[in-house]
């Protein structure tokens, strides 16, 4: 059964920082790794997308890795400002199943 | 291009009663899933619909259904509503059943049971 562990579960840094979520899962028989930023109270906003294929994407600040073989992804931000406050969450999307399963997030804070 | 759109937004409802919630997904997209969120179980997946059929169903009581219409539009009934049944529900679509491609979500409706 798919596990997807996120550590920290709290993050809280000065802006202008550099930052690294992390994210792990036990099944490396993944299609995909998907992150998202959800604000208090509200939907999911997907960042990127990352197939099994590949080992990074990158969106603007944002840069995800995957090495699938040791069921890692982390996120880094570049720069961090107040804006980037959220929680993030990773998914994978199993074989066979074809549904995204969750890690329990990373609450960010960033403060001036 | 709209995003994916849930309504309502808002919902307070007793012990006891049916609720319905909508979900019309990106224009073009024919993949519509539900998942539950709550603070001690995180995200939770419901069920999942393409072309009015369902695909796949997670592990949820028989209250949970849900049905998706010709143009893609779904709803997720849940009956005989519990206080445990307090989330949010969110529901995503995807261009199709590709495993590969991208989900995206809605704002989600936010249940309450009193």
């Known amino acids: 059964k798919q596990e997807v562990t996120q550590i920290p579960a709290a993050l809280s840094v000065p802006e202008g920082e550099n930052l690294v979520l992390n994210c792990s899962f036990t099944?490396?028989?993944?299609?995909?790794l998907q992150w998202f930023r959800q604000d208090p109270g509200k939907g999911l906003t997907s960042l990127l997308l990352?197939?099994?294929?590949?080992r990074e994407q990158t969106s603007g600040r944002l840069n995800a890795s995957l090495d699938k073989s040791s069921g890692r992804s982390t996120l880094y931000i570049a720069a961090s400002q107040p804006g980037d406050s959220a929680t993030y969450l990773c998914?994978?999307?199993?074989?066979?199943?074809?549904?995204?399963?969750f890690g329990t997030g990373t609450r960010l804070q960033v403060f001036p | 291009k709209a995003g994916v759109t849930q309504t309502p937004r808002y919902l307070i409802k007793t012990r006891g009663q049916q609720v319905t919630l909508s979900c019309s997904p990106i224009?073009?997209?024919?993949?519509v899933s539900w998942y539950q969120q709550t603070p001690g179980q995180g995200l939770q997946f419901l069920f999942e619909?393409?072309?009015?059929?369902?695909?796949n169903k997670g592990n949820f009581p028989g209250r949970f259904s849900g049905r998706q219409f010709s143009n893609s539009r779904s709803e997720m009934n849940v009956s005989t509503l519990e206080l445990g049944d307090s989330a949010l529900y969110l529901c995503?679509?995807?261009?199709?059943?590709?495993?590969?491609?991208?989900?995206?979500f809605g704002q989600g409706t936010r249940l309450t049971v009193v």
């Open positions: 995503a679509s995807s261009p199709s059943i590709e495993p590969r491609t991208e989900a995206f």
């Open positions: 099944d490396s028989a993944i299609y995909n």
């Open positions: 990352i197939q099994s294929s590949q």
């Open positions: 998914a994978v999307k199993n074989f066979n199943t074809d549904k995204l399963i």
């Open positions: 224009s073009g997209h024919r993949s």
């Open positions: 619909y393409f072309s009015e059929t369902q695909r």
